[in-house]
């Protein structure tokens, strides 16, 4: 079974998709922001993770660049969301496999998980 962390501020949005993705099979853990998310990380040691971009505290990108700074987490494959367009972004991270632009769907998703978690 795969292993996704969830880090988004909103809680109830976490909530919502963990539930989704646990109903589809995969064990999900959450976190409220960034600092959070790479304690958990460090913790659970996710097969992906799925981040929002905007957090108080820490937000997405600096997630990101701990994951990618990490040998032991370098490769594990992320998902960013954001309700903000893609190119605001990427002007602060590309180091993400998919984006997703808040509010999506849930097979948006589901198929993102596909590509990513063979």
């Known amino acids: 079974m795969k292993?996704?962390?969830?880090v988004d501020d909103e809680f109830g949005f976490?909530?919502?998709?963990?539930?989704?993705l646990t109903d589809e099979g995969y064990r999900v853990s959450t976190a409220q922001d960034g600092r959070q998310g790479w304690l958990a990380v460090k913790d659970i040691k996710?097969?992906?993770?799925?981040t929002d971009f905007m957090m108080p505290?820490?937000?997405?990108?600096?997630?990101?660049?701990?994951l990618r700074a990490s040998e032991a987490f370098e490769a594990v494959p992320?998902?960013?969301?954001?309700?903000?367009?893609?190119?605001q972004v990427r002007a602060l991270t590309t180091?993400?496999?998919v984006f997703?632009?808040?509010?999506?769907?849930l097979r948006s998703l589901l198929a993102a998980l596909k590509k990513l978690l063979p």
């Open 57 to 66: 505290i820490s937000d997405g990108p600096t997630l990101i660049r701990e």
């Open 78 to 87: 992320v998902i960013l969301m954001s309700a903000v367009a893609e190119a």
């Open 46 to 50: 996710p097969d992906l993770l799925l």
């Open 14 to 20: 976490a909530e919502a998709l963990s539930s989704a």
């Open 3 to 6: 292993t996704i962390l969830v």
């Open 95 to 97: 180091e993400y496999q």
């Open 100 to 105: 997703l632009r808040k509010p999506f769907d």
